[in-house]
């Protein structure tokens, strides 16, 4: 099974901050997806990422996938408290398993 | 409503009593999986399913079992439950097109093995 760092694991910004966060592993992922979950609750899913560099934005959101298809980021501009919550990368191997980072912890303070 | 539901939501247990998690979805999805959530580990993939009468293992399958025999309903079967299997647990669908899209979860289930 791949793995998949995904860094920072915790970050508390004030609102207004723009943040990225990262997503890397050694191995090759068919597509890449993002999710959101809150305290709770189920994650909740963001984007879905297939092709090497593509590039997609949501509202104030930007998910990038490496040329390699091996990493992701997710940009976030003028982080809001609405945004705070538990952020997931997973990745799709080939054999159809899906394979979760650790999550990042965002925290927005108002 | 389009939805992934699990009963039950919270379960107490002991050690070696079989127990039955559900999991049904109401979009037509051929894809479906369950998956627990610990502390520190994440999200951790248990089982999966392409499609009726298909499954297939895991990152951690070891003390579950699981079967497809409709469409819409994927139950986890713990047989002989034990302490390290106390987690949050998901179940998961997803459509297929040219490829598994992103999961629809539903809203876990705590479990608890005394």
């Known amino acids: 099974t791949q793995l998949l760092e995904q860094s920072p694991q915790f970050l508390s910004i004030q609102e207004g901050e723009n943040l990225t966060v990262y997503c890397n592993s050694s191995s090759v992922f068919s597509s890449l997806q993002w999710y959101r979950q809150e305290p709770g609750e189920g994650p909740v899913l963001l984007v879905t990422?297939?092709?090497?560099?593509e590039v997609k934005k949501l509202k104030r959101l930007t998910f990038q996938f490496g040329d390699a298809r091996k990493d992701s980021s997710l940009h976030i501009t003028a982080a809001q408290p609405g945004d705070t919550g538990l952020y997931l990368c997973?990745?799709?191997?080939?054999?159809?398993?899906?394979?979760f980072g650790a999550g990042t912890i965002l925290r927005v303070k108002s | 409503e389009a939805q992934v539901t699990q009963n039950p939501r919270y379960l107490i247990t002991v050690t070696g009593k079989k127990l039955t998690v559900t999991c049904s979805q109401n979009?037509?999805?051929?894809?479906m999986s369950w998956y627990r959530q610990d502390p520190g580990l994440g999200l951790r993939q248990i089982y999966y399913s392409m499609n009726v009468e298909v499954t297939d293992k895991g990152d951690v399958p070891e003390g579950y079992k699981v079967s497809r025999k409709e469409k819409r309903n994927f139950p986890l079967i713990l047989e002989s439950p034990s302490p390290n299997q106390t987690s949050l647990y998901f179940c998961?669908?997803?459509?297929?097109?040219?490829?598994?899209?992103?999961?629809?979860f539903g809203p876990g289930t705590r479990l608890t093995v005394t």
């Open positions: 997973a990745g799709m191997e080939y054999g159809n398993k899906l394979v």
């Open positions: 990422v297939v092709t090497g560099g």
């Open positions: 979009m037509n999805h051929e894809y």
């Open positions: 998961a669908s997803s459509p297929i097109e040219d490829r598994v899209g992103g999961q629809y």
